[in-house]
């Protein structure tokens, strides 16, 4: 690990955060003329365009979800999956601060900044159930198309994943706001101060990336020569 791994999992996570509570906070600008496909858009080219610029660098994480799933999968130690946490929450929090430089108040203040919610009469159970899902296919996506040596479309891994997350989001949008990733709702978070029922998006993601990681790590890799 170096400046530049660092670096790239900072700037990475920024762009999520930049372009994708971005798009929310433009949807509320213009009324709704955005629209959940809109928003689910831009998170997915946000992430697919990151990982294919950046994975060659620091693997293209810019989720914690997404390090812990690795570890866990033993891809990666403990010392790299917490500094690189740190820069991607670090990511999260300036992508969401400039965001605060760009649109009004009123806008910020409706929205809080993005920051993911639970839908109307969503509880935190269902919420975290949510977020674990939608992790899980996230992270067992990205072993698929990035981590197993026997992927096909590895070149193109970012495509997969950015795909996932528009999928994802089209599904769960409406439901928890679609995060699968702590670092997505930490800094919009912090910089509007709006931590209800934050505990959902670091519980659910972690859940979920780490039984894809140990799923896909030990179930599905070790048979890789059988098939």
């Known amino acids: 690990m170096n400046l530049a791994w660092l670096l790239a ?3 990475g996570t920024f762009t999520l955060i930049f372009i994708g509570a971005g ?4 949807n509320e600008m213009m009324h709704g003329g ?4 809109g928003i689910a858009t831009a998170h997915g080219l946000a992430i697919g365009v990151m990982v294919s610029a950046l994975a060659q660098i620091s693997g293209g994480k810019f989720n914690p ?8 999968g033993g891809k990666q130690g403990v010392t790299p999956t917490l500094t690189e946490i740190v820069a991607q929450l670090l990511g999260g929090v300036v992508g969401a601060l400039f965001l605060t430089w760009i649109f009004p108040s009123s806008v910020i203040s409706a929205v809080k900044l993005g920051t993911p919610a639970l839908g109307t009469d969503i509880t935190p159970g269902a919420g975290i159930f949510t977020e674990a899902i939608l992790t899980f296919l996230l992270v067992f996506t990205v072993y698929g198309a990035a981590v197993d ?3 096909a479309f590895k070149a193109m891994g970012g495509l997969a994943i950015g795909f996932v997350i528009l999928f994802d989001i089209l599904m769960g949008g409406g439901v928890t706001g679609g995060a699968m990733n702590p670092a997505r709702a930490f800094g919009p978070a912090l910089i509007s101060g709006d931590w209800l029922n934050h505990y959902v998006y670091w519980i659910g993601p972690i859940i979920g990336g780490l039984i894809a990681g140990v799923l896909y790590s030990r179930v599905m890799m070790p048979n890789k020569h059988e098939v």
């Open 65 to 72: 979800a997404i390090s812990l799933g690795l570890w866990a």
């Open 23 to 26: 798009s929310i906070c433009l």
């Open 34 to 37: 955005v629209g959940l496909l």
């Open 9 to 11: 999992e900072f700037i």
């Open 149 to 151: 040596t026997r992927g």
